[in-house]
């Protein structure tokens, strides 16, 4: 896990042109997204288009996600972070911020990592630092291959997308939650730092993933 040090990043949404200022507090992020590898090790599980080991667990919904969070800490004698009912829009999940065991990022836990301090379109250029539609021959690609960020980051563009723990309106879209970071079948404008997705927390695709945080 990477230390990420506090700070304050300006959000911003494309649709709404609303802007908004979040207060990020220190804080833990996994260097790469949750591999196949590592997702089978922990449920016994394998959803059938991760088959690469070191690829990034794909087909998992937001729910699978903040499950696994918990099977993790568990199996690593932490504190899980979730509570989680039977609701399958997940409007019962209750998130312990200070636990100690493994979460998803908050949104502006996850652009403010995503940035590493920087304020364009991304932290670098695209072609070096992730696997979009132009490169990625139409397939997720190993963790890591690409170029990180600024605090050792890597495929926070591109690859997959990645599920954060944020309702994105619950007054408009109810209990869809947000992903970000752009996926290997994306054009350059869904990969960007500020690009915002969402959907149910039941949904699945093929190139939407997660990664872990931990609170400090």
Request: proline share 6%.
């Amino acid at each position: 896990m990477v230390p990420i040090s506090a700070g304050r990043i300006l959000l911003r949404d494309e649709g709404t042109q609303r802007n908004w200022v979040a207060e990020v507090e220190d804080f833990l992020l996994a260097p790469y997204p949750v591999t196949a590898e590592l997702y089978l090790a922990i449920t016994n599980q394998t959803p059938s288009n991760s088959k690469e080991p070191l690829t990034p667990v794909t087909e998992v919904s937001w729910n699978d996600a903040v499950r696994f969070c918990n099977l993790l800490s568990e199996a690593a004698g932490l504190t899980p972070c979730y509570s989680i009912g039977g609701d399958v829009n997940a409007e019962d999940v209750i998130c312990d911020w200070d636990a100690d065991g493994y979460r998803l990022p908050s949104e502006a836990e996850w652009e403010y990592a995503c940035r590493a301090g920087t304020t364009g379109e991304r932290y670098g250029e695209l072609d070096e630092i992730a696997w979009y539609r132009e490169n990625s021959g139409g397939r997720v690609r190993d963790v890591g291959t690409r170029a990180p960020n600024a605090w050792g980051l890597y495929d926070m563009i591109g690859n997959v997308w990645e599920w954060c723990w944020d309702v994105y309106d619950a007054t408009v879209y109810g209990p869809y939650r947000v992903f970000r970071g752009g996926g290997a079948h994306d054009l350059p404008r869904g990969c960007r730092a500020s690009c915002r997705r969402k959907s149910h927390p039941t949904f699945r695709i093929d190139d939407l993933g997660f990664r872990l945080a931990r609170s400090v």
